[in-house]
Each structure stands twice: as C-alpha cells, then as structure tokens.
C-alpha cells in the first residue's frame, strides 16, 4: 500500500528537540522528492525542509541552523531533527513526497503533532 507514516512528534520544551520520522511504503520513496511540511492552527500549510531535484536542500528561513532533514534510502525513511524548539514551531508536521517524473501523484502523511512549551 502506497502511504507515508510520520513518527517522533510530541511534547518537548523550549530549547529542547525531536526527531520527526517518515517510513514511505509502496514504493513511493524517491531521493530527491521528500520533504517536511507544517501547519499551525489557523495558518497555511508551509514549507519546513524538502529535497530538491538538483539534489540540495531547502529550508524555511525560520528553522535554518535549527532543523536538519535526512535520509535513508535504504529504509525507505526521511527524517527531521529538530532543535532548539520555539514555542512558534508548534504545529502539525506533516511529510511529503512531491510528484516525480516517474509518477506524478502527490503524496502526503496524516501528520504528526508537534508542542512546543514556553
């Protein structure tokens, strides 16, 4: 079954971390096509970190310093390390494989909940 299943989310306090996961089945995993979004209440989904095409990395202006995405191809599995949490990062994180010139579905997880503490 084609899916992505975010991991890693909960409760942290200001200045601390987590580990976000995203395991992609299905065979939807692609190098350079994933990526982290998030959503606060109220707010529009946003960019936190991705892939690109080109084989880079993008990353909000917000988190850069802050946050790290990596892969392992092997399994299948993204990840975001995340640290020195601000209570602003709260939100709803969500993983996210873009269309690719192999199959131009967009796939995205169910997303996991992130809250920061002042």
């Known amino acids: 079954q084609a899916q992505l299943v975010e991991s890693g989310g909960g409760l942290v306090q200001a200045g601390g971390s987590l580990r976000l996961s995203c395991a992609a089945s299905?065979?939807?995993?692609?190098?350079?096509?994933m990526g982290w979004y998030r959503q606060a209440p109220g707010t529009q989904r946003e960019l936190v970190a991705r892939?690109?095409?080109?084989?880079?990395?993008d990353y909000a202006g917000s988190v850069k310093g802050r946050f790290t995405i990596s892969r392992d191809s092997a399994r299948s599995t993204v990840f975001l390390q995340m640290n020195s949490l601000k209570p602003e990062d709260t939100g709803v994180y969500y993983c996210?494989?873009?269309?690719?010139?192999?199959?131009?579905?967009?796939?995205w997880g169910q997303g996991t909940q992130v809250t920061v503490s002042s």
């Open positions: 892939f690109t095409n080109i084989g880079s990395t």
């Open positions: 299905g065979g939807i995993f692609s190098f350079n096509a």
């Open positions: 996210r494989r873009e269309p690719t010139g192999w199959d131009r579905v967009d796939y």
